[in-house]
């Protein structure tokens, strides 16, 4: 069974960052994606910022957050990072790491990874 771990969420206020970081450990192989979603209360999961470890570490992001987060990986496999700058009160909920070895859908669409992490929290306030 694979394993996803997210951890570095955290309470910060508006204008401040965090790191979150993402691994599978014990996996053998690479991914062909990796992806951060976010879930806040009341609300659908979406899509923040996914990327395709090879060949060139392709980035999408969200309209929400470009400019302000940054989605990056580790010489380590299958690790990836996301940092949070400038951070909202909107920006609050809970972060899922999510990863899959099937190919390659719309890399902000979940139903593109078959592997999840439990979550985050992030909380921003005002």
């Known amino acids: 069974q694979v394993q996803v771990v997210e951890s570095g969420g955290g309470s910060v206020q508006a204008g401040g960052s965090l790191r979150l970081s993402c691994a599978a450990p014990g996996y053998a192989y690479d991914f062909n994606s990796m992806g951060w979603f976010r879930q806040a209360p009341g609300k659908e999961r979406e899509g923040v910022a996914a990327l395709y470890p090879y060949p060139g570490g392709s980035t999408y992001y969200v309209d929400s957050v470009k400019d302000r987060f940054t989605i990056s990986q580790d010489n380590a496999k299958n690790t990836v990072y996301l940092l949070l700058n400038t951070l909202k009160p909107e920006d609050t909920g809970m972060y899922f790491c999510?990863?899959?070895?099937?190919?390659?859908?719309?890399?902000?669409?979940?139903?593109?990874?078959?592997?999840w992490g439990q979550g985050t929290s992030v909380t921003v306030s005002s």
């Open positions: 999510a990863a899959s070895n099937r190919g390659w859908g719309p890399p902000l669409s979940s139903s593109s990874y078959n592997y």
